[in-house]
């Protein structure tokens, strides 16, 4: 999107019209269009207010009502924060006594609302112009929070200031970069700022290797109904502690886990399988959960815990093993059948199999569903047939 379309559409008039749209339906997209073309309204307008509401509907699972009064770019949308965890980015800043934050990236806007919405005093940059014209909007109801079109590296050190929060872009036209050497702006250039003020927190994305973390960060990966959506970085008072932890966000709420990266210790398959959530093996905490499951890993490049009792927790899901055996197809399959299993669910890590190669080499008829676990034990290919607990 470029600048003019931008102002056009947070113009009076492009918002009016993008707000009287129907709610978005991809079959309707063309009727509607072509009643705007119709009526007079310009066809790059007419495209741009349609993307609009195509995006707005993207956006609910993202941030709610909100999405119903915002715009976006595609970018924006793409990197934008999840409200709930952006409200809990805003908490660390509130809840550290901090009363000005700089929002050093930031796109559309996700992250500086929620900081506004807890009565924070907002000072939004972004490098881009329509990007920051979208944001500008987006941030309209808050009359404590600006925006800023400049180079977030240029400006912040004349930003008036207690604390600093960054979300480096990191796609470019070669797709996602998981290397923070490619983030714009670079990693390196961002943490440098903590130098001059020490309440920094920047978002990542999760894939951040583990030595690209200084030594003084709280790094907390996040991940939200059992996707890890990112990683964060904390110092200074924005930071409980330094080292690793996850925050697993589900329909109870939001559950953490901190500790060290050293390795779980190895045992046997037991009837209890546990399946670490995304975030807790992406922190490299595994070891601090099988002490909370008194678990043992089933296999040292595996991640599956082994325990003798069920227990109810939300950084884990839970199986009982009914039937563990070789990885063989025909052997699996006849194991299978003999449950009456016409409906598999298949989940594989540390194999070379893929559940849609797998299943229909199974050739299963039956009126039962189970679910196949294949992986590591001990260094062999097993399947296992689970019940989820």
Known sequence: MDAALARLLTSPDGVALVDALPPYSPTEAERVGRELRDGGIAPELVAAVLTQSRMRADARAKLGDFAAGMLFTQDGLEQATRLQVAALHAQRFRAAGIDRVGDLTCGIGADAMAAAALGLDVTAVEVDEATALIADHNLRHWDAARVVNADAMTVAAALDVEGLFADPARRNARGRRHDPRDYSPVLDGVLALRERVPALGVKVGPAIPHDAIPADAEAEWVSVDGAVVEAGLWFGPLAESPGHAALVIDSDGAHRLAGSTERAPLGELTDYLYEPDGAVIRSGIVAQLAARLDATVVDPTIAYLAAARPVAT??????????????????????????????????????????????????????????VIVTRVGGRRMALIVEPL
């Open 314 to 371: 939300p950084f884990a899901h839970g199986y009982r093993v009914l039937e563990a055996l070789p990885f063989k197809v025909k052997a699996l399959a006849a194991a299978l059948r003999a449950r009456h299993v016409g409906t598999v669910d298949i989940k594989k890590r540390g194999v070379d199999v893929t559940p849609e190669q797998l299943r229909p080499q199974l050739k299963l008829h039956g009126d039962s569903r189970a679910t």
